[in-house]
C-alpha cells in the first residue's frame, strides 16, 4: 500500500463507518424467512440439504432407512463407488501413494490399471513444469501473506499463458484441469517461499523444482523443504491427507460453486478461482487453521493436561470466557455427519503413527482428551444426546504441525488436493448440465415512489 492510498483510507473511514452502519440497518427480519419458508444455507428446518443435483463423482452418506425409520449411521465417503477408506487402506497395504489413483478415479470414473497409472502418473509428473519465467514475472513480483490469495492470482495469470482458455470442449477443459491439478503444489509452495523471503530479513530464497519419479505428496515435502529430506511415514501420510481431501460430495461450498459457476459457460481458471475464494473462508477450508489455533491456546493456558483440567478449559471455550470467545470447539461435529467423520476416523490412526515418529505421543493424547471432553459438554449445553464427534479438520492441522507446514499452507493444501474434485464437477456439470443455475430470491422490499433530489432529508 503506497502512502497516497494510506491516507485515502484514513480520510474517508469515518464516512465509511457511517455508510456501514446505514447498511447494517437493512437487515431482514428473521420471521420473514420462516414465512416464505426459505431454505436458509440451502438446508431444511433439520439441516438436510436441499436436493439441487446429482452426481456420480461422491457419495457423502450418515444414515440409512431401517423399517421406515431414519437412522444415523457411522459416516460414509465413496469415491466414485468405492469407499474412501478401502482406496486408503489398499494403498497402505501395497505401500505405494494413492493421490494420483485417486484423481484419476474422480476425473474417469473407474480404477486404472498398473499401466494406466503409471502413464497417467508421468502425464502429471510433465505438466507440474510451470511456463517460462512464470516464477519471475508472477509469484515473485508480488507476493502476498496469504496464499489463498497468491493461487487465486497464479491461476488468473495462467490464463493469459493457455492458447485456448475459453473453449469448453470436454478435451480442452480436461487438459486445463490436469494441468492446475499438477501445477497447484508448486504454486502454493513457490508463493510461500517468495513471501518468507521478502518478509523476513534473513530468509532465503528456496525454489526446488519438482522431480519427475515422485508422487504429488513426495514432491510437496521436496519442494517445500530447505534439505529436501523427507521419511517414508511423512510422504504416505500426507498423502493419506490429499486423498481423503480431493472431494466430498457435489454439495459442500466450494464445489456447489464449481457447478454454479461452470454453469454460466465461463472458462476453467476462473471457475477454479471462483471455488478458491469460497474454500479460503473459515466455515469451510480455513477451519484446520482454527483447531490448530484453538490447540496452541489451550497449550499456553492448561499446563496439566489431565482430564479435568482439560474439562475446565474446553468448557471456557465453550461459554464464551477463553480463546476467541467464540463458543465454538473447532473441528468438533459436522454439516452431514452425526456419528463420524470416517476421514476423521483415518486421519486420527495415522496421526497416532506419525506421532510415534515425532515423539509427539503426549501432544496426540492431548486431542483425543479434547475430542472426548467436548463430545460431552457439547451434548450436555445443547441438551441432546446427538453424537458429536470430530471431523477431519480436527487432526489435518495437527498432521500438518508434524509435517513442519506452515500455518499459511494448511488451507492451500485443502486445495492442493480438492481441485481434483472441483476439476471432475466442472466437467460433469459441462456434459450434463445445460442450465445456468438460477435460483429464486424472494423480494421483501416495499414499492416506494420516487422522491426528486431537492425534495430529500
Not at 26 to 38: C, G
Not at 244 to 252: Q, T, Y
Request: glycine share 6%.
Amino acid at each position: 500500500m503506497d502512502f497516497n492510498e494510506a491516507n485515502l483510507i484514513v480520510k474517508y473511514s469515518h464516512q465509511i463507518s457511517e455508510l456501514a452502519k446505514s447498511e447494517q440497518a437493512h437487515a431482514i427480519n428473521p420471521a420473514l424467512y420462516e414465512k416464505y419458508d426459505v431454505k436458509r444455507g440451502l438446508r431444511d428446518k433439520n439441516g438436510k440439504g436441499v436436493l439441487c443435483g446429482l452426481t456420480e463423482i461422491s457419495e457423502v452418506t450418515s444414515w440409512e432407512m431401517v423399517d421406515g425409520v431414519k437412522t444415523n449411521i457411522p459416516g460414509i465417503l465413496c469415491y466414485r463407488g468405492y469407499n474412501v477408506k478401502d482406496l486408503v487402506s489398499h494403498c497402505v497395504k501395497e505401500d505405494r501413494f494413492g493421490f494420483e489413483e485417486t484423481i484419476y478415479l474422480l476425473l474417469f470414473g473407474n480404477l486404472p490399471s498398473k499401466s494406466k497409472l503409471k502413464a497417467f502418473s508421468d502425464m502429471l509428473a510433465e505438466f507440474r513444469v510451470l511456463p517460462r519465467n512464470f516464477v519471475r514475472d508472477v509469484i515473485m513480483k508480488n507476493p502476498s501473506s496469504d496464499i489463498m490469495n497468491m493461487l487465486a492470482r497464479c491461476v488468473l495469470s495462467l490464463y493469459s499463458y493457455d492458447p485456448d482458455p475459453d473453449n469448453i470442449m470436454i478435451s480442452n477443459v480436461l487438459r486445463q484441469s490436469l494441468q492446475l491439478i499438477a501445477q497447484f503444489p508448486m504454486l502454493a509452495a513457490y508463493s510461500f517461499r517468495a513471501y518468507k523471503y521478502y518478509d523476513v530479513s534473513d530468509a532465503s530464497l528456496i525454489i526446488h523444482k519438482p522431480l519427475a519419479e515422485y508422487s504429488t505428496a513426495q514432491n510437496l515435502l521436496h519442494i517445500m523443504r530447505k534439505d529436501n529430506s523427507f521419511t517414508d511415514l511423512e510422504a504416505k501420510v500426507l498423502d493419506i491427507c490429499l486423498t481423503l481431501h480431493a472431494d466430498h460430495g457435489g454439495g459442500n461450498n466450494s464445489t456447489f460453486t464449481t457447478h454454479v459457476v461452470t454453469s454460466s459457460g465461463t472458462d476453467t481458471y476462473s471457475s477454479t478461482v471462483a471455488s478458491l475464494g469460497s474454500l479460503k473462508g473459515p466455515k469451510h477450508g480455513g477451519a484446520n487453521i482454527k483447531v490448530k489455533q484453538m490447540f496452541d491456546n489451550i497449550k499456553e493456558n492448561v499446563h496439566d493436561w489431565k482430564e479435568s483440567t482439560i474439562t475446565d478449559y474446553v468448557n471456557k471455550i465453550l461459554h464464551k470466557k477463553a480463546f476467541d470467545r467464540s463458543g465454538l470447539i473447532y473441528g468438533m461435529g459436522h454439516a452431514v455427519y452425526t456419528i463420524s467423520d470416517p476421514r476423521a476416523e483415518v486421519l486420527k490412526l495415522y496421526a497416532g503413527k506419525l506421532a510415534a515418529e515425532k515423539g509427539k505421543e503426549d501432544e496426540f493424547e492431548l486431542y483425543n482428551t479434547v475430542a472426548s471432553v467436548a463430545s460431552k459438554l457439547i451434548q450436555e449445553q445443547r441438551n441432546t444426546d446427538k453424537p458429536v464427534n470430530p471431523n477431519v479438520d480436527f487432526y489435518s492441522g495437527f498432521v500438518y504441525s508434524m509435517l513442519n507446514i506452515p500455518p499459511a499452507l494448511y488451507t492451500p493444501l485443502f486445495a492442493i488436493a480438492r481441485i481434483a474434485g472441483w476439476s471432475a464437477h466442472r466437467i460433469e456439470e459441462l456434459v450434463n448440465g445445460n442450465k445456468i443455475i438460477r435460483p429464486a430470491y424472494q423480494c421483501v422490499q416495499d414499492r416506494l415512489e420516487y422522491v426528486p433530489l431537492d425534495q430529500r432529508k
